[in-house]
C-alpha cells in the first residue's frame, strides 16, 4: 500500500463507520547498536517509510483487523478473550492484551493497516505496527497516555505477544521521530534530544543509503533473545560483586577484561562490545553535534567490527556489504543496522558520486550471492501522527 487514501478507500470496502487515519514511522538507527536494552544510548531517526491505520470505534466488544498488504488478511477478537495467536496478529494482540492488563479502557473497534515498510529489513515494521495501533487507540478512546508510556506499552507488547525480548529504541523511534533529527535517547531515563541531521560538514553533502541484503530475519526465531540473556549472564556477574550496578552503565571495558576467567568467551565478547559500544555513542552524539561526519563514519565501522566480531549478530552477505563499501572512498561510514542476522545495511555516502558507488556495492552483491540487493534512501520524518482528512 502506497498511498493513506488507498488505505481509508480500502477501509470502506470493509467496513460502515467513518474512519480516522493513522501513520507510524519505521526507523533508521545511527549508531548504538543492541545497547537499548543494555542500559546504553541510542541514535535512531524515524523514516518516511512506515504503516497507515485507518481505524473507529465499532460500538460492540471485539476488534476486527484486516492486514490490507497480506492479502487482505482478517480477523476479530473479543477484547475479553484475547490470546496468543500466530505470525502478525501477535503485534496487534499484544497491545490489546497490555492495555486490558493495565486496565485502560478501550471496547470495540474496526482497523485497516497496511504500508510501504519492507517487512524483516530491519527497518522495525513490527514496532511501527505496535506503536501506530497503541497510538490510535489512545486517541480515539481519548485515554490520555503521553508517547513514552505508549512506547513503554508497545514495547511490553513484544515481549509478551511476539516473545522477543526488545529494547525500547524501535517503538520509541517511531512514536518520537522529528524530521531533519535524530534523536540522542539515554535508554535508562527515556530522556533524549533532537539532534539536527543535515549531513553536511561544509565541504561534503551525504546522504544515508540502506541496502538490504535480501537476506530477512526474524528477530522472535531465536538469535536476538540469545544475546540478550548472555548478556544479562554477564551483568548479572557484575552485579554479584556489587549491588548498585543495575546495568551495563556502570561497568567499564577494563573492569570486563579484569574479570575476564570468569566468563565463557561468548559472553565475554558480548560483554567488551556493550561497554564499548555504550561509550561509542556518546561519542558519536558529539562528532554529530559537532558536524564532524567523517569522524562518526569511522565510528559506524568500528560498530559493525563489534558487531560482527564480538556481538556476532551480523552474517556473510552484511559483512560483504560493509567491506564492500569500505572500499570505496565515497562511503565514510557503513554497518549492518538494527537486530541483525540479515536485513540492511546503513552507509553515508557522499551524495555526488552516490549512483556510482551504490551501483558498485550492489553489483559487486550480486555477484557474489546471486542476489539483487534492494537500495533504499532514507528520509527521516516525524514520528506516529493522525492524518487530517482532507474532505472532497
Ligand atoms: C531490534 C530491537 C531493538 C534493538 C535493536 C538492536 O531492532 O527491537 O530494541 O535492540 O534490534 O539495536
Redesign the pocket.
Same mark, same amino acid.
Given at each position: 500500500m502506497q498511498t493513506p487514501q488507498q488505505a481509508l478507500q480500502n477501509y470502506q470496502q470493509h467496513f460502515p463507520e467513518e474512519a480516522r487515519l493513522f501513520f507510524s514511522p519505521g526507523r533508521v538507527?545511527l549508531l *548504538?547498536?543492541? @545497547?537499548? #536494552?543494555n542500559g546504553g544510548f @541510542?541514535l535512531p531517526a524515524a523514516i518516511n517509510k512506515g504503516i497507515w491505520f485507518a481505524i473507529a470505534p465499532n460500538h460492540t466488544n471485539s476488534a476486527s483487523f484486516v492486514a490490507a498488504d497480506i492479502n487482505e488478511e482478517s480477523f476479530s477478537v473479543e477484547l475479553n478473550n484475547i490470546t496468543k495467536q500466530s505470525g502478525w496478529r501477535n503485534y496487534v494482540l499484544g497491545v490489546l492484551h497490555i492495555l486490558k492488563k493495565q486496565k485502560f479502557e478501550i471496547s470495540g473497534f474496526n482497523c485497516l493497516f497496511g504500508g510501504n515498510i519492507p517487512q524483516g529489513a530491519?527497518l522495525?515494521s513490527s514496532?511501527a505496527l505496535e506503536a501506530g495501533l497503541v497510538f490510535a487507540l489512545n486517541e480515539i478512546f481519548q485515554i490520555g497516555l503521553s508517547k513514552k508510556q505508549l512506547a513503554l506499552i508497545a514495547q511490553e507488547a513484544e515481549h509478551s505477544f511476539a516473545g522477543?525480548k526488545? +529494547?525500547?529504541?524501535?517503538m520509541f523511534a517511531s512514536l518520537h521521530g522529528k524530521e531533519d533529527h535524530c534523536l540522542f535517547l539515554d535508554c535508562i531515563t527515556l530522556d533524549y534530544e533532537y539532534l539536527p541531521l543535515m549531513l553536511n560538514d561544509g565541504t561534503n553533502d551525504y546522504e544515508l543509503v540502506l541496502i538490504d541484503s535480501k537476506v530477512h530475519h526474524q528477530?522472535n526465531d531465536g538469535g #536476538?533473545n540469545k544475546r540478550y540473556q548472555e548478556a544479562m549472564e554477564g551483568l548479572s556477574f557484575f552485579q554479584s560483586l556489587n549491588k548498585r550496578i543495575t546495568s551495563f552503565r556502570h561497568v567499564q571495558k577494563q573492569v570486563v577484561e579484569q574479570f575476564m576467567e570468569n566468563f565463557s568467551k561468548e559472553v565475554y565478547d558480548r560483554c567488551i562490545y556493550i561497554t564499548q559500544e555504550i561509550e561509542r555513542t556518546k561519542q558519536a552524539a558529539t562528532y554529530l553535534k559537532e558536524n564532524n561526519l567523517i569522524e562518526f563514519g569511522k565510528l559506524m565501522y568500528q560498530t559493525h567490527h563489534g558487531l560482527s566480531e564480538l556481538y556476532e549478530v551480523s552474517c556473510e552477505e552484511m559483512d560483504f556489504l560493509v567491506k564492500e563499501a569500505r572500499s570505496q572512498s565515497d562511503v565514510i561510514g557503513a554497518r549492518m543496522m +538494527? *537486530?541483525g542476522f540479515g536485513g540492511c545495511t546503513i552507509n553515508l555516502v557522499n551524495k555526488s558520486n552516490r549512483d556510482k558507488v551504490i551501483g558498485q556495492i550492489a553489483s559487486a552483491y550480486e555477484k557474489a550471492f546471486n542476489i539483487i540487493p534492494e537500495v533504499y534512501l532514507v528520509e527521516t520524518a516525524d514520528g506516529t501522527r493522525e492524518i487530517p482528512l482532507v474532505l472532497s
Open positions: 538507527n *548504538g547498536e543492541h @545497547v537499548d #536494552y @541510542v530491519g522495525s514496532a522477543t526488545c +529494547g525500547i529504541m524501535d528477530l #536476538y +538494527g *537486530g
